[in-house]
Protein backbone atom coordinates (compact mmCIF):
# COMPACT_ATOMS: atom_id res chain seq x y z
CA UNK A 1 0.00 0.00 0.00
CA UNK A 2 1.67 3.17 -1.33
CA UNK A 3 1.75 6.63 1.31
CA UNK A 4 -0.17 9.44 0.36
CA UNK A 5 1.70 12.49 0.78
CA UNK A 6 -0.31 14.88 3.41
CA UNK A 7 -0.50 18.36 2.94
CA UNK A 8 -1.15 21.13 5.44
CA UNK A 9 -3.96 23.47 4.44
CA UNK A 10 -3.98 26.70 6.63
CA UNK A 11 -7.82 28.15 7.58
CA UNK A 12 -9.14 30.65 9.94
CA UNK A 13 -10.19 27.59 11.78
CA UNK A 14 -6.89 25.99 12.42
CA UNK A 15 -4.93 24.02 10.15
CA UNK A 16 -6.00 20.70 8.23
CA UNK A 17 -3.86 17.41 6.72
CA UNK A 18 -5.31 16.55 3.37
CA UNK A 19 -4.27 15.80 -0.58
CA UNK A 20 -5.30 17.56 -3.37
CA UNK A 21 -5.93 16.25 -6.64
CA UNK A 22 -3.94 16.69 -9.64
CA UNK A 23 -6.29 19.57 -10.79
CA UNK A 24 -6.45 21.44 -8.16
CA UNK A 25 -2.46 21.36 -8.11
CA UNK A 26 -2.42 22.24 -11.81
CA UNK A 27 -5.06 25.05 -10.57
CA UNK A 28 -4.26 29.04 -11.75
CA UNK A 29 -3.64 30.48 -8.80
CA UNK A 30 -5.38 33.54 -7.44
CA UNK A 31 -3.51 36.76 -8.28
CA UNK A 32 -5.18 39.99 -6.57
CA UNK A 33 -6.71 42.99 -8.97
CA UNK A 34 -4.46 45.00 -11.22
CA UNK A 35 -6.00 48.22 -10.18
CA UNK A 36 -4.53 49.53 -13.48
CA UNK A 37 -6.71 46.94 -15.87
CA UNK A 38 -10.29 47.34 -16.67
CA UNK A 39 -11.55 43.87 -17.26
CA UNK A 40 -15.21 42.76 -19.03
CA UNK A 41 -17.39 42.16 -15.68
CA UNK A 42 -19.30 39.30 -17.52
CA UNK A 43 -18.68 38.25 -20.87
CA UNK A 44 -20.32 40.39 -23.63
CA UNK A 45 -19.24 42.64 -26.49
CA UNK A 46 -17.55 46.11 -26.95
CA UNK A 47 -19.59 48.86 -28.61
CA UNK A 48 -17.47 51.84 -28.30
CA UNK A 49 -14.47 53.30 -26.78
CA UNK A 50 -15.07 56.83 -25.43
CA UNK A 51 -11.23 57.23 -25.35
CA UNK A 52 -8.47 56.48 -26.95
CA UNK A 53 -4.39 55.99 -26.26
CA UNK A 54 -3.03 58.63 -24.77
CA UNK A 55 -6.20 60.30 -23.28
CA UNK A 56 -6.15 61.47 -19.55
CA UNK A 57 -9.40 60.58 -17.71
CA UNK A 58 -10.73 61.47 -14.48
CA UNK A 59 -12.16 59.04 -11.99
CA UNK A 60 -15.68 58.60 -12.69
CA UNK A 61 -15.36 59.45 -16.74
CA UNK A 62 -16.95 56.86 -19.53
CA UNK A 63 -14.10 54.74 -20.69
CA UNK A 64 -16.84 53.14 -23.24
CA UNK A 65 -19.83 51.15 -23.80
CA UNK A 66 -20.00 47.27 -23.11
CA UNK A 67 -22.91 45.23 -23.97
CA UNK A 68 -23.92 42.54 -22.08
CA UNK A 69 -27.22 40.73 -21.32
CA UNK A 70 -28.87 42.86 -24.16
CA UNK A 71 -28.15 46.12 -22.31
CA UNK A 72 -25.66 48.51 -23.18
CA UNK A 73 -23.27 49.55 -20.11
CA UNK A 74 -21.12 52.69 -19.39
CA UNK A 75 -17.80 51.57 -18.19
CA UNK A 76 -16.67 54.32 -15.49
CA UNK A 77 -12.96 55.07 -14.94
CA UNK A 78 -12.12 53.93 -11.40
CA UNK A 79 -9.22 56.09 -11.07
CA UNK A 80 -7.55 59.07 -12.80
CA UNK A 81 -4.86 58.17 -15.30
CA UNK A 82 -3.44 57.91 -18.84
CA UNK A 83 -4.88 55.12 -20.99
CA UNK A 84 -2.14 53.12 -22.30
CA UNK A 85 -3.96 50.64 -24.24
CA UNK A 86 -6.82 49.47 -25.42
CA UNK A 87 -7.09 45.19 -26.19
CA UNK A 88 -9.93 44.56 -27.58
CA UNK A 89 -11.54 45.94 -30.95
CA UNK A 90 -14.87 47.22 -31.16
CA UNK A 91 -17.32 44.60 -32.12
CA UNK A 92 -15.46 42.11 -30.42
CA UNK A 93 -17.42 39.23 -28.50
CA UNK A 94 -15.24 38.77 -25.16
CA UNK A 95 -15.75 36.49 -21.69
CA UNK A 96 -15.74 37.32 -18.67
CA UNK A 97 -12.31 38.93 -17.27
CA UNK A 98 -11.17 39.96 -20.71
CA UNK A 99 -8.77 42.96 -20.56
CA UNK A 100 -10.29 45.56 -21.78
CA UNK A 101 -7.96 48.78 -21.18
CA UNK A 102 -5.01 49.50 -19.62
CA UNK A 103 -3.87 52.64 -17.33
CA UNK A 104 0.21 53.86 -17.26
Avoid: Q
Avoid at 75 to 89: H, M, T, Y
Amino acid sequence: MSEKNYEILATESGDFKTTFNKAYLKRKKWEPANPKHILSFMPGSVVEYRVKVGDKVKKGDCLMTFRAMKMNNNVLSPRDGVVKKIDAEVGANVPKDTLLIEFE
